[in-house]
C-alpha cells in the first residue's frame, strides 16, 4: 500500500524555481496496476523518482505500507529501496558480468542476505518470467524482452511493497513489450503486487488499472474501468499535448 | 553464485580486463623498478669484494645509479596513480548508470565506496606481488644491459641481494599508491545519483580551461627566468642554500607548467584544428577537437607523458652538469700538465677494475719509482681514508690523504685554493691532521680556515684544522698524512708522478714504463687517458641510465594507451554514426590514433620545456660555487648542458607521438572490427 499526500517537488534552474509537481494526492492498493502518462515536462519522471526514493521531495510525504519516507537520511532510503521497492528500468541496467540468477539475487546480496536461503525463491522468479531455462546466462546472451524479464525478477526478489517500472518496454520490439506488459499484468493479478508504471505508449498503459495522466506537476485526469483503451488514453492524450 | 559484493567487484575487473591488465602492469613496473634500484646497486657493489677503496671509488658511480633509479622508479609509481585515477575515473564515468542502478537498488554510498576501493585493492595486491617476483629478475636483466650497453664498463655481480626492508616497502608503496589513486574515483562514484540510473550514458562535450591562471604562471616564469637572467643566484649562493634555492625554483617552474597544461592543451588543439582539417578534413578536426574533450582525464594522461620526458631531459641536463662540468670537465682542464698515474688496475677495465684487483701497490714499486724518477719528476702516492664527515657527493665518498708536498708535486691537479694558501695550509697540515674540502663541505661543517672541527674516527674522535676550500677532483676532500693515522687509510693505491718542469715528459714516460713492465698488473696512464676513460665511462653510465628512462616514457605509453581504449569504448556508439554516414575504418582509425599521437606530442613538447626549464635552473641557480668553482660562466654553462638534453628531448618529440599513435592502434582496430552497424550496436 502507497500513499501520497501534498507531494511538491521544485527544482532550482539558475534564477528560476521550477515547480515540477504542485501537490499530488495519491494512493494504491495491494496488486494495483497504476499507468502514468503525461506530456514532455509534465511531472511524471520526476514523480516516479520520489516515489522510488531517488529524490526528495520539498515537501508533502510519501508511506510505503505506513513508514513514512520524509526525513530518512540517504542511507536510510538506500536500505527502503532495497527492501521495499523494485524497480525496473528502460534501459534493463543488468551487471554484465553476472548471469540471470546473480543479477535476480543482487537486491539480496546488499542486503547483506545469505543467497543460498534464497535459490528456489530466484529459480521460481526465474520460472515465472520465462527464463527457467536461461538462470545461467549472461545478459549479451539474452534478447532485449529477456533482459528486462531479469529486471522484472530482480525487481520482485525481495518481495516488494511496490515495483515501479520507467517506461520498461521503450527499448523493446512490439512482440517483446506485449510479453513483458503481460508479465506485469500477471504480477499485480496474480502475486498481488503493487506496479507503478511510466509509459508515453497509450497501449502499454492500457494493461494498468488506472491511468494517471499529470500536466504542469499535478494530475489532471484519471482513466480507469472500462475506459482504459489505447484509443481513449490516445485521444486524452492528444488534448493534453494540443493544452501545452 | 556470487556471494558478496566482493565477488561483483573482482567481475568488474573481469569485464574491464584490459584496464585492470593496464593498471596491475604499471603498478608492478613501479614495484619493480623500486625492487631492481637496490637489487641493482647491490649487485654492482657486490662486484667489487673485499675492497673498501675501491667500493668508496665505485660509491660516486653507484650513488649516481641509485639516484637515477629512485627518480625513474618514483616517476613511474607517479605515472602508475595517475593511469590508475584515470582508469578508474573513467570507469566510473563509464558506469554511472550501472552504479546508478546500484543505487537504486539499495546500495548505500558506503557499500559504493567499499565496491570500488576493493577493485583497486585488488588491482594493487596483483601488481605489487607480480612486481616482487619481477624486481629481482628486472635487477639482473638491467644488470646485463648495463654490462653489455656500458662497453663493458661495468661489472655486475649475478647473485642477487634484495633487502627485506626494499621489498616490504615496495610492496606498500604498490599498494598504497593504488588505494590512493583509488580513492578520488570511489568517493566521486558515491557521488553517482540513483536517478543516473534512468538517464541514457552521454559522452563529455568541449570544455574550456580557465585562462587567467595561465596568465599569472606565464609572468611567474618570465620573471623567474628574467630574475635568473639578471642576477644568477650561481654566482653568489653559497652551499646549501643553492640545493634549498634550486629545490625552489624548480618547484615553482613544475607547479607553473602543471598550470599551464591544460590552457597548452587547449591551444594545441585549436592550433592542430586548423592545420589538421585542411590536410584531412573532418577526421582532422574531430581528431582536434577530442582533445579537448574530458579536460581532466586528457590532461592527466598528458602530464604522465610530460613527466616522463621532464624526467628524462631533466637528469641528461643534471648529469652533463653534475658528472661534467662540475667534476670531469675540470679535471681535464687541469690535465694540460702532464701528470702520469701508476695504477694497480686497468683503467679501460672501468668499474671492473676495481673487482678483480687488491688495490694495493706491489711491495717496493714506491721506492722504486722514488729512486729511478729522482731529480726528473714529484712522487705523489695517493692513500683514500672513509671519513663520512668529509665525503662531498655521496655519504659513502672517500677521502685523499696526502701531504701538503705531495698535493704540490701534482701542481694544481689535486688542489686549487679558493680560500686560503699553501703558506697557511702547509703548516696546519704538517703539525696535525689538516684537511681541505670544497667550499659545500666547509659550508655542511660550518668552518672557517683556521677552525678546528672533531671527526669521528674507528679509534675515536680527532680534532682537524680547516687549512683551505678550494677545488678537488671529483669534489673529494684530502686529509693531511699527518693526524690522519686513527682514520686507519689505506695504504698508497696508486701513484701521481709529476714530471719537473723543464724535464722531458718522455724521458719520464721510458722509465715509467720500465718500471711497469717489472710489476705485472700495474698500468702506467698519462692523465690525459684517464679522464678520457672516465669520460667514456660516466658517458657510457648516462647512456645506459637513459635507457632506462626509457621504461618511464614507456609507462606513460600506456597511459595513453588506455585513455584511448577507455575514451574509444566510451564513443563507440559516436565512431557507429561516423561509420553509418560514410567514414571509412581508416579515417575513424587515424582519428584515434591521430588524438593520440597529439597527445603523445603535447606531452613530450610540455616535457621538454618544463625539463629544459629545470636544467637551465639547476645550472644558474645551484652554479660551480659549492666545489669551488666560482668563475664558471653560469648561462652559457646552462646552454652547453642544454644541448645534450635538448637533442634527447627532439627524439621524444619525435618518438612520444609514435609511441603513442602505436599503443592507440590496438583499441582502434579493435572497435572498428567488422560492418559499420556493428560498431552501433555494440553501443547499444
Known amino acids: ?244 | 553464485m556470487m556471494r558478496s559484493l566482493n565477488g561483483l567487484a573482482l567481475r568488474n575487473m573481469g569485464t574491464a580486463r584490459v584496464r585492470t591488465i593496464l593498471s596491475v602492469i604499471i603498478v608492478l613496473v613501479g614495484v619493480s623498478m623500486m625492487i631492481a634500484t637496490d637489487g641493482f646497486t647491490e649487485s654492482m657493489r657486490a662486484a667489487m669484494p673485499g675492497a673498501d677503496e675501491g667500493q668508496n671509488i665505485g660509491s660516486f658511480v653507484l650513488g649516481t645509479i641509485d639516484i637515477l633509479m629512485t627518480v625513474s622508479s618514483l616517476v613511474i609509481m607517479l605515472a602508475a596513480s595517475f593511469l590508475i585515477f584515470n582508469a578508474f575515473m573513467m570507469s566510473v564515468t563509464q558506469r554511472r548508470q550501472q552504479i546508478g542502478m546500484l543505487r537504486s537498488i539499495g546500495m548505500t554510498r558506503n557499500q559504493i565506496l567499499r565496491l570500488v576501493v576493493m577493485e583497486g585493492l585488488a588491482v594493487g595486491i596483483i601488481g605489487t606481488v607480480i612486481g616482487l617476483i619481477a624486481g629481482p629478475l628486472l635487477s639482473y636483466g638491467l644488470g646485463v644491459i648495463l654490462k653489455n650497453v656500458g662497453g663493458g664498463m661495468f661489472t655486475i655481480d649475478t647473485t642477487l641481494t634484495i633487502h627485506p626492508a626494499t621489498m616490504l616497502v615496495a610492496a606498500a608503496t604498490g599498494i598504497i599508491v593504488t588505494l590512493l589513486a583509488v580513492l578520488i574515483p570511489a568517493w566521486n562514484a558515491t557521488g553517482v545519483s540513483p536517478l543516473a540510473a534512468l538517464r541514457p550514458p552521454q559522452t563529455g562535450n568541449i570544455e574550456h580551461s580557465p585562462r587567467r591562471r595561465a596568465y599569472i604562471a606565464i609572468f611567474i616564469m618570465l620573471a623567474l627566468m628574467i630574475f635568473l637572467l639578471i642576477n644568477p643566484p650561481g654566482k653568489w649562493v653559497e652551499s646549501p642554500q643553492g640545493i634549498q634555492l634550486t629545490l625552489l625554483f624548480s618547484g615553482i617552474w613544475l607547479v607553473c607548467m602543471l598550470t599551464l597544461l591544460p590552457v597548452i592543451v587547449e591551444v594545441t588543439a585549436d592550433f592542430a584544428r586548423r592545420i589538421l582539417s585542411k590536410r584531412w578534413k573532418m577526421t582532422g578536426r574531430i581528431m582536434a577537437d577530442n582533445l579537448q574533450r574530458e579536460r581532466q582525464r586528457v590532461t592527466l594522461t598528458i602530464l604522465t607523458m610530460a613527466l616522463s620526458m621532464t624526467m628524462i631531459i631533466a637528469m641528461t641536463g643534471f648529469s652533463q652538469f653534475f658528472l661534467f662540468k662540475l667534476v670531469l670537465d675540470v679535471m681535464e682542464e687541469r690535465s694540460e700538465r702532464t701528470l702520469y698515474g701508476v695504477l694497480p688496475f686497468n683503467m679501460n677495465d672501468g668499474i671492473g677494475a676495481f673487482t678483480s684487483s687488491e688495490l694495493e701497490l706491489p711491495d717496493g714499486l714506491l721506492d722504486e719509482l722514488y729512486s729511478k724518477t729522482d731529480g726528473l719528476a714529484a712522487v705523489a702516492p695517493i692513500r683514500i681514508a672513509f671519513i663520512p664527515e668529509l665525503a662531498s657527493m655521496f655519504p659513502d665518498m672517500f677521502s685523499y690523504v696526502m701531504s701538503p708536498q705531495e698535493i704540490q708535486a701534482t701542481g694544481d691537479f689535486l688542489f686549487t685554493f679558493v680560500e686560503g694558501d699553501w703558506e697557511t695550509a702547509t703548516p696546519m697540515m704538517e703539525s696535525g691532521c689538516g684537511i681541505l674540502v670544497s667550499p659545500a663541505v666547509a659550508s655542511r661543517l660550518d668552518v672557517e680556515i683556521g677552525d678546528t672541527i672533531t671527526l669521528d674516527s674507528p679509534n675515536g674522535d680527532v680534532t682537524c684544522t680547516l687549512a683551505g676550500i678550494g677545488t678537488t677532483p671529483g669534489t673529494a676532500s684530502i686529509m693531511s698524512v699527518a693526524g690522519s693515522e686513527p682514520f686507519e687509510p689505506t695504504p698508497p693505491i696508486e701513484v701521481a708522478i709529476t714530471p719537473y718542469v723543464g724535464v722531458d715528459d718522455a724521458t719520464v714516460e721510458v722509465i715509467l714504463f720500465e718500471i711497469r713492465d717489472d710489476y705485472p698488473g700495474i698500468y702506467v696512464e698519462n692523465i690525459g687517458n684517464i679522464v678520457t676513460v672516465m669520460q667514456t665511462m660516466t658517458g657510457g653510465m648516462a647512456g645506459a641510465m637513459n635507457g632506462i628512462l626509457v621504461i618511464a616514457v614507456l609507462a606513460a605509453a600506456l597511459g595513453i594507451l588506455n585513455t584511448t581504449m577507455m575514451s574509444v569504448q566510451e564513443r563507440q556508439h559516436e565512431m557507429g554514426l561516423l561509420r553509418a554516414i560514410g567514414a571509412t575504418r581508416n579515417q575513424v582509425r587515424n582519428m584515434v590514433m591521430g588524438e593520440a599521437a597529439l597527445m603523445g606530442l603535447v606531452g613530450a613538447l610540455v616535457g621538454l620545456v618544463a625539463g629544459a626549464g629545470m636544467t637551465i635552473i639547476f645550472v644558474v641557480t645551484y652554479g660551480g660555487n659549492s666545489v669551488g668553482l666560482t668563475d664558471m660562466p653560469l648561462w652559457s654553462t646552462a646552454f652547453e648542458v642544454l644541448q645534450p638534453a635538448l637533442i634527447t628531448g627532439i627524439v621524444g618529440l619525435i618518438v612520444a607521438p609514435i609511441i603513442a599513435a602505436i599503443a592507440a592502434y590496438f583499441p582502434a582496430r579493435n572497435i572498428l572490427k567488422g560492418a559499420a552497424i556493428a560498431s552501433r550496436k555494440r553501443s547499444a
Not at chain 1, 529459480?123 to 531479469?150: E, I, M, T, W
Request: aromatic share 4%; charged share 20%; glycine share 8%.
Open chain 1, 1 to 244: 500500500m502507497i500513499e501520497v499526500r501534498g507531494l511538491r517537488k521544485q527544482y532550482q534552474m539558475g534564477a528560476v524555481t521550477v515547480d515540477a509537481l504542485r501537490g499530488i494526492d495519491f494512493s494504491a492498493g495491494d496488486g494495483e496496476f497504476v499507468a502514468i502518462m503525461g506530456p514532455s515536462g509534465s511531472g511524471k519522471s520526476t514523480f516516479l523518482h520520489l516515489l522510488g526514493g531517488l529524490d526528495y521531495a520539498t515537501s508533502g510525504d510519501i508511506t510505503l505500507n505506513g513508514q513514512s519516507m520524509a526525513n530518512l537520511s540517504d542511507d536510510d532510503m538506500a536500505v527502503l529501496r532495497r527492501q521495499k521497492i523494485g524497480f525496473i528500468f528502460q534501459f534493463f541496467n543488468l551487471m554484465p558480468t553476472l548471469s540471470a540468477s546473480e543479477n535476480v539475487a543482487l537486491p539480496l546480496l546488499i542486503d547483506g542476505q545469505n543467497v543460498d536461503d534464497y535459490q528456489t525463491r530466484i529459480a521460481d522468479l526465474l520460472s515465472k518470467v520465462g527464463l527457467g531455462d536461461r538462470q545461467h546466462h549472461k545478459p549479451d546472451q539474452l534478447s532485449g524482452g529477456q533482459q528486462q524479464r531479469v529486471a522484472i525478477a530482480r525487481a520482485l526478489v525481495t518481495n516488494p511493497v511496490i515495483v515501479l517500472a520507467d517506461e520498461p518496454t521503450g527499448n523493446l520490439d512490439s512482440n517483446s513489450s506485449r510479453d513483458i506488459l503481460s508479465l506485469l499484468r500477471t504480477m499485480a493479478d496474480n502475486e498481488k503486487q503493487t506496479i507503478i508504471m511510466v509509459t508515453h505508449d497509450a497501449h502499454a498503459a492500457s494493461y494498468a488499472d488506472r491511468i494517471l495522466l499529470l500536466r504542469d506537476g499535478l494530475i489532471v485526469h484519471e482513466i480507469s474501468g472500462e475506459k482504459r483503451t489505447t484509443q481513449t488514453i490516445r485521444a486524452v492524450m492528444s488534448e493534453l499535448e494540443a493544452i501545452e
